[in-house]
């Protein structure tokens, strides 16, 4: 049967065929909503968003012009994309299409952390693979954007359309999820690929529960898929709160809806076993998480619930309207997501029209849902309660990240409402009157839409948290003195740029591997010895910088910081020691100083305090050495006869091979002695000497090293697994195998059904 059937009008086809229709206005309204990035070769990642990436002065990128520095200071986090989410689509390619590896260690930033520890890589995205496959990017990450808000418009149209039954209705929901405030809010921002699956999670848990349909397993495996794209797509406070309230409300819609206990457990039991698979299938990038978790500095170490005032109320509806009239102190200026005044309307309706839904338990459902979501947002619910609450308290910014599932519970009540306008539903109100619903539809409309996206949230949005896209770039567009260092890449080695320069993680877009970073997760001794020592500075607490390129320079060589590039016309008097080894687009100074990355020493020092430490480093950094604890000695007699050794001279390695999750190199040991590789310490290395299985010291407070009992030439290798890896790929590969079985014996009972239909 033919989809389009001849002499059928658009009307008629719509109706016989709200699928098809959701699908293909869908399409329509992200084309007019994304028309800047899809005709007019903008871009959600474009330069511009951000005023700093590769420099912090002049322009932004090498070719891009110093007059789009400044276009977008409106913006949506900007630093979260362009600081961490395109270094990572880099990093991510690299690994699986040029080394065939799974990215788990990250090594261009902090020196070396982990990488799917951060659980905000979104590798388990299905979308994340567009920017994989597309190399990071700018036009890849704009199909993703595209692609995740078409998701959205298709998904919301589905969820109308089973809630009410209303094509109608369901189309007109599927064009205004293109156009919610969220979107103009997050617009480059990785909460999108988070906020985009929310629909579809309400969507297949209530297909998943309905213990009536005889789909309720394929919906099962759109359950799954839905979950896991949303838990890795970059974000992972959002990605909970969604999960949990939006699968909360099915399980209770199903539960209410039951007639008897049995049905209540076989509901209970649907669920139990889909979250079972979940857990499993995730199990790699949580595990990995709370392995990382243990002893590392996180950003988010003491968090404080922040809640809207509840005179903020509008707000959640449009920020542009009701900016002007709302108070402004720091957590209600940014605003927060925003659903539209269209369902602020919708909303008033179904309060007014309540005796319609009485009997529909979903309904309540929802309507319970917004009282509790909105308790949370503006504070009805105390902030201590939630502070109590084990992983909300570590969710700090509430009022945005409950947000989320608040406007998807508020668009579907104003569909409620909308639906109730008429006893006998939209779809007369289209056939009655059909001539008066498409005029005013396109005089009104899509008028107040388009002026609303052009000349509202996309060009002068007064909210701080507005983002217009900004003109396509080559985001690793080629830089003189990048290309001069890496040219000059004999011997592994780290970079850095002073102020802003290489925002974040920007300099693993080009391969250099930084000491800085924007990860949220990080070595704890590492971010202790970096903001102790002389010269160096946490700002925010959070991001590392180099404050006095001159006091700083021990421990930049103890880092293995060769290159320090610096604007043109830089102070060299505040940078006394270093070589100036070029002038172009950089000034690049050269540390004359720098430590190899890895090296041997048959002398050790004894130094148990890290301010003991910085003072020494300071005093004896021009030379590489090997400082241990006294915990480190403790039952090794061959480590504690180092301590009062004559000391030969310092050994460098040689050979390196630097992998995704491994490093390896040749060393040359002339004596008794211990192997120092200046890369993060993190649980999860193995160290093998010739094959053998070494234990693993932590040398110089935060790095790696191993002690070699005998003298010799050696092949070392260090390798990274996360903490609980191999349970991590069991649980994987099991819930894997749960999931082909299921697949099998469901096409099994199927064509069972199929043979018995046939034979009565």
Not at 206 to 211: S, V
Not at 242 to 260: D, E, K, P, Q
Request: glycine share 8%; hydrophobic share 45%.
């Amino acid at each position: 049967m033919r989809i389009w059937q001849k002499g059928l009008g658009a009307k008629e086809w719509s109706i016989r065929h709200p699928i098809p229709a959701i699908i293909l206005i869908s399409i329509l309204a992200v084309v007019i909503n994304c028309y800047p990035v899809i005709f007019c070769g903008k871009s959600f990642v474009s330069p511009s968003c951000l005023p700093w990436l590769v420099y912090d002065w002049e322009s932004p990128l090498p070719g891009v012009s110093p007059d789009e520095k400044y276009v977008n200071q409106h913006g949506s986090d900007t630093g979260a994309m362009m600081g961490w989410d395109i270094p990572a689509g880099f990093i991510e390619s690299r690994s699986l299409l040029e080394h065939g590896e799974l990215p788990l260690w990250d090594r261009y930033g902090h020196a070396g952390a982990t990488f799917i520890g951060q659980a905000i890589t979104m590798l388990g995205d299905p979308l994340q693979l567009i920017v994989i496959l597309g190399r990071g990017s700018a036009v890849a990450w704009d199909i993703k954007f595209l692609a995740a808000k078409y998701i959205f418009c298709v998904g919301f149209g589905l969820l109308i359309l089973r809630l009410l039954g209303s094509g109608p209705l369901s189309l007109a929901y599927a064009v205004l999820a293109a156009y919610c405030g969220a979107f103009f809010y997050i617009a480059n921002h990785p909460v999108f690929f988070v906020f985009c699956y929310a629909p579809w999670i309400l969507l297949s848990g209530l297909a998943l529960l309905d213990l009536s349909s005889e789909h309720y397993f394929r919906w099962g495996l759109v359950w799954l898929a839905v979950n896991i794209g949303c838990f890795n797509g970059g974000h992972v406070e959002p990605s909970v709160v969604l999960i949990g309230g939006l699968n909360l409300a099915a399980v209770a819609y199903a539960v209410a809806i039951c007639r008897t206990v049995v049905d209540r457990l076989r509901v209970f039991g649907r669920m139990a076993i889909a979250t079972f698979l979940f857990l499993g299938l995730t199990a790699p990038v949580w595990m990995s998480f709370l392995g990382a978790l243990d002893g590392a500095y996180s950003i988010h170490q003491e968090i404080k619930v922040s809640q809207l005032s509840i005179i903020d109320l509008p707000r959640i509806f449009d920020d542009f309207i009701f900016y002007p009239f709302l108070t402004s102190h720091y957590y209600t200026k940014p605003a927060s997501p925003t659903a539209g005044l269209l369902v602020l309307l919708g909303c008033v309706v179904s309060v007014i029209k309540w005796k319609r839904w009485k009997r529909d338990p979903f309904y309540w459902v929802n309507s319970g849902a917004i009282v509790l979501l909105g308790g949370c947002v503006f504070g009805w619910v105390p902030a201590f309660i939630l502070a109590a609450i084990p992983l909300l308290n570590r969710v700090g910014h509430i009022f945005v990240d409950f947000s989320y599932p608040l406007i998807i519970h508020l668009t579907i009540q104003s569909a409620y409402g909308f639906c109730s306008l008429t006893k006998q539903g939209v779809e007369n109100l289209y056939r009655r009157h059909q001539l008066v619903c498409v005029t005013t539809l396109s005089v009104v409309s899509l008028p107040l839409f388009f002026s609303l996206f052009h000349f509202g949230l996309y060009n002068f949005g007064d909210s701080e948290w507005m983002l217009t896209p900004g003109p396509r770039a080559v985001l690793d567009a080629p830089s003189p003195a990048i290309n001069q260092i890496k040219a000059s890449q004999s011997e592994p080695f780290r970079m850095s740029g002073l102020g802003w320069s290489f925002y974040g993680d920007y300099a693993a877009v080009y391969g250099l591997e930084d000491i800085r970073s924007c990860a949220p997760l990080s070595s704890g001794e590492y971010i202790n010895l970096v903001r102790e020592f002389p010269g160096m500075n946490l700002s925010d607490d959070w991001v590392i910088r180099i404050k006095n390129p001159t006091q700083a320079r021990p421990l930049l060589s103890l880092l293995n910081v060769k290159y320090l590039l610096v604007p043109p016309r830089y102070d060299l008097n505040d940078a006394i020691g270093y070589n100036v080894a070029g002038r172009s687009d950089f000034m690049v100074l050269e540390n004359p100083d720098v430590w190899p990355r890895a090296f041997f020493s048959d002398k050790i020092t004894i130094i148990s305090s890290n301010e003991t430490f910085v003072e020494y480093l300071a005093k004896n950094g021009k030379q590489p050495f090997v400082a241990l604890t006294k915990e480190e000695l403790v039952g090794q007699l061959g480590l504690q006869k180092l301590e009062n050794a004559d000391p030969t001279d310092v050994i460098p390695a040689a050979n390196y091979q630097l992998l995704p999750n491994s490093t390896a190199f040749d060393v040359h040991a002339a004596a008794a002695g211990v192997v120092c590789l200046t890369e993060g310490q993190a649980k999860g290395f193995t160290a093998t000497a010739n094959g053998e299985a070494k234990p693993i010291l932590t040398v110089n407070r935060a790095f790696k090293g191993i002690y070699l009992d005998q003298p010799g030439d050696y092949h070392i290798q260090f390798i990274y697994r996360p903490p609980h890896w191999r349970s991590a790929c069991a649980l994987f590969w099991l819930s894997t195998t749960g999931v082909i079985s299921l697949v099998i014996i469901n096409l099994v009972a199927a064509r069972r059904r199929r043979k018995g239909a046939i034979i009565r």
